[in-house]
């Protein structure tokens, strides 16, 4: 990352004094909350692995619009939207099926490639795309992301209640009415929105860190509804920002750094919950 | 009132009439077994009845009405499949979820329904189980609060769909005794459908045998005999009674037994216990 690497040799220990720092605090502030509130469902409902594939999907849909000149926010986007809106109308018989969903995401990584392999000029962005580069965001796409993960947010308040039910008990909320073939897709759809805000952070192969690290831990840490959801984002905030000051002062990488702490945080709370079912059983 | 009744009832399910042409009455007040082999329509059944369903002819009644989707007067406890084995949330918020659960926006809970879920975790006795997560319980754990979630809102209707799966003899003991008290206090009518007759046999009141397509309701001496259970069977039955137990044989295996043990093979030393009736 070589605005790291000059970083390092204009040294300044207070990181607030460079713009390109205070947009990523920015950025990432927003995109691990919504990652963080958004991955808590995700976690819930064991969809994590195909949170994961709408990622590989996007990493096509954002080369294929680098491909046709337009930002691969968009082409991001719209790839991850209606590839979640796809699964979530195909029924939990295809979208819980781990073997179509991994055919499809390297099928989607290869079209990737693919469309790397046309428009070389772009290739230089696709190790930004793959593993994020939050030190290059700019306003416009902070402005961007907090447009994205309002709608995100809002959206996953309104479908939040028959959502907790269909996920936790799916019998029982289609024999009361819950539409569960609806909410899954509205789900998957803002699935969608959160990985496409989330790559532009840390990049489509590590969306995991912040949309499954931060509520994997936060659900062993406690089992209250609420206090998980806010403690998940939480979680994925201070890695976050613990992760860009850990970045800067190592001039290691970002994605890395945030990687590295979410991986730390889950597996610090292995042992908490170990601890808390030998207690009660 | 009858609760249930079937007219001349067809239900299919993937282009198989599970039941064809049934007709029955549960009449209100009643604690009905549902008994049959595997796949005779003991949870289709179910599922016509909480409007998920509907009949390719005749005409299923609840309440006298053509039943619909979200019935309050239903209480329903589906047969566990989907489980998530690692779901850390607590027993209280599980409950809780299904309050309302099909209401847009934000998941809140009003005084009264705090009051009503701790007046059920009561009346169940599994105050215990609200506090932790749904992941550490064990299998008659989970079916207990299951049953504590199924009686919230009153019903005056509990279909319980093989509550006593996976338990063993002592869990598939308090279930049971949970269910008839809770239910005989409130006069609720029961279809509880299960794989053995003999722990219901102290309980029922009648007995629904499902098989064949084909659905005979009354009381146990007049369903559980050789002729009519060959013909729910398909095969030649013989029904063996022998201190307080009855068992359903073909060809000297005990059809029941054989068929739980096929679904799981948690059956412990349910026969240890003597039901006189």
């Given at each position: 990352m070589f605005m790291a690497t000059r970083m390092a040799i204009t040294i300044t220990t207070d990181m607030f004094a460079y713009e390109f720092m205070t947009n990523a605090f920015a950025a990432s502030g927003v995109v691990a909350v919504v990652s963080g509130l958004v991955g808590y469902f995700l976690v819930m409902r064991g969809q994590t692995f195909a949170g994961h594939a709408l990622s590989h999907i996007g990493f096509a849909g954002a080369t294929g619009a680098g491909l046709i000149g337009l930002a691969p926010l968009w082409g991001l986007l719209t790839f991850t939207v209606v590839a979640g809106v796809t699964m979530g109308a195909l029924g939990e018989r295809i979208s819980n099926?781990?073997?179509?969903?991994?055919?499809?995401?390297?099928l989607a990584l290869g079209f990737g490639l693919l469309f790397l392999h046309y428009y070389t000029s772009f290739a230089t962005q696709a190790a930004a795309l793959l593993f994020g580069n939050v030190l290059a965001v700019d306003r416009a796409t902070i402005v961007a992301l907090a447009v994205l993960g309002a709608i995100t947010v809002g959206a996953l308040a309104v479908i939040m209640r028959p959502l907790i039910f269909a996920s936790?008990?799916?019998?029982?909320?289609?024999?009361?009415?819950?539409?569960?073939?609806?909410v899954s897709v509205i789900f998957l759809a803002i699935v969608a929105l959160a990985v496409s805000a989330c790559a532009q952070i840390v990049g489509v192969l590590l969306v995991f860190t912040l949309m499954v690290g931060p509520p994997a831990a936060a659900q062993r840490l406690t089992v209250g509804l609420w206090r998980g959801l806010f403690l998940s984002?939480?979680?994925a905030l201070a890695e976050a920002w613990?992760?860009?000051?850990l970045?800067?002062?190592?001039?290691?990488?970002?994605?890395f750094c945030i990687a590295l702490l979410s991986a730390l945080v889950y597996f610090a709370t292995l042992p908490t919950a170990a601890r808390h079912r030998v207690a009660t059983a | 009132m009858?609760?249930?009744t079937l007219n001349h009832a067809t239900l299919r399910v993937g282009g198989r009439n599970v039941l064809s042409r049934v007709g029955f009455s549960i009449e209100a007040g009643e604690f009905i077994g549902v008994l049959g082999p595997n796949g005779a329509g003991k949870t289709t059944l179910m599922r016509a009845i909480l409007g998920l369903l509907s009949p390719s002819e005749g005409n299923v009644k609840v309440f006298g009405h053509t039943p619909r989707r979200g019935n309050p007067g239903i209480g329903y406890l589906p047969q566990v499949r989907t489980v998530l084995p690692d779901l850390r949330v607590r027993g209280r918020d599980f409950i809780a979820s299904s309050l309302n659960g099909e209401h847009w926006g934000l998941p809140s809970l009003g005084r009264d329904d705090r009051i009503t879920i701790e007046a059920t975790l009561d009346a169940v006795g599994v105050r215990d189980l609200a506090a932790r997560p749904l992941s550490d319980m064990s299998g008659g754990e989970r079916q207990r609060l299951l049953l504590a979630q199924a009686l919230i809102g009153q019903p005056k209707l509990l279909?319980?769909?093989?509550?006593l799966i996976s338990l063993d003899a002592r869990h598939q003991e308090v279930v049971i005794d949970v269910v008839r008290e809770v239910c005989r206090r409130r006069r609720i009518t029961v279809l509880f459908s299960a794989h053995e007759l003999n722990q219901l046999l102290g309980t029922l009141d009648r007995v629904l045998y499902l098989g064949n397509g084909q659905a005979v309701l009354g009381t146990v001496d007049e369903v559980v005999k050789a002729p009519v259970l060959s013909r729910l069977y398909g095969t030649e039955i013989q029904v063996v009674r022998a201190d307080g137990h009855i068992f359903v044989m073909s060809r000297g295996r005990d059809v029941e037994r054989s068929d739980h043990l096929h679904d799981h093979n948690v059956h412990g030393h349910a026969h240890g216990h003597h039901h006189h009736h």
């Open positions: 099926r781990d073997v179509v969903i991994g055919v499809v995401l390297a936790l008990q799916p019998e029982l909320a289609e024999a009361k009415g819950v539409p569960l073939r609806f984002a939480a979680l613990l992760g860009l000051t970045a800067f002062y190592t001039d290691w990488p970002v994605s | 009858s609760v249930v279909l319980l769909d093989e509550p």
